[in-house]
């Protein structure tokens, strides 16, 4: 009966000492293992190359000046060739306003050059010029590429606004619309390539009626 008792108390004695132990050296060990992971370094570093890009950039400025050139079809007039100047400030990457005046002398009308002797028109009359003022949007900015080092900034913009258009003697009140593509050149130069309507009455050869004139030019544009 002694020794069933002095083994139990034995046993009970060495699980003790075990716990003890433990509990005295768990906190040493998962110190150890912070340690440890905290100088590990990772098995494969990444390398981050940096790479310089130098981007088009356009002139700080917001206003734009553009001589342009092209031809004019003036509904019953023939196509002619026309002049004119556009000044535009641009409100924001997106939007802005613009100017523009132009100018074409017309030729004789099929009428006349069937009649031989009948003269609708006087000279002076012939000239039609306009003045409008409108607002463009530039609906897709992007890049031309020109090889694969070599890249200029352009956009594809649409245009409408009002204005008048003297022709035939009097002043006749304009809706114009069209669209055009700008491609950056340089910071401060730019080219242009446009297409627009212009829209007014004429009854010069009996009903009146609305007529559409088709313009299209090629311009040269300077941001200041």
């Known amino acids: 009966m002694a020794n069933w008792v002095f083994s139990i108390l034995l046993k009970s004695t060495f699980l003790l000492l075990v716990l003890v132990s433990s509990l005295v050296w768990l906190p040493v060990v998962v110190e150890a293992s912070e340690e440890t992971l905290t100088d590990e370094k990772p098995v494969i570093e990444p390398e981050v190359y940096r790479r310089e890009i130098d981007e088009s950039k356009i002139d700080s400025e917001n206003f ?18 026309i002049i004119g100047a556009r000044l535009a400030f641009h409100v924001s990457e997106g939007f802005f306003f613009e100017a ?19 003269e609708l028109l006087t000279n002076d009359q ?12 530039n609906l897709l900015p992007g ?12 956009a594809f913009y649409l245009i409408g606004g ?11 009140y304009t809706i114009n619309y069209g669209f055009g593509y700008r491609f950056l050149a340089t910071d401060w130069l730019a080219v242009h390539a446009d297409v627009r309507n212009h829209v007014f009455d004429m009854e010069l050869l009996g009903e009146k009626r609305s007529t559409n004139n088709i313009e299209m030019s090629l311009g040269l544009s300077i941001f200041f």
Do not use: C, P, W
């Open 143 to 154: 890049e031309a590429f020109l090889t694969q080092k070599l890249a200029f900034n352009t």
């Open 162 to 172: 009002i204005g008048s258009t003297t022709f035939a003697g009097d002043d006749r």
């Open 64 to 81: 734009e000046v553009t001589v342009f050139a092209g031809l004019m079809s003036v509904e019953d007039f023939g196509v002619n060739n």
């Open 126 to 137: 012939r000239r039609l010029s306009y003045y409008n003022l409108s607002v463009g949007y």
């Open 100 to 118: 523009s005046a132009g100018q074409t002398t017309t030729t004789k009308t099929s009428y006349e050059r069937l009649s031989g002797s009948v």
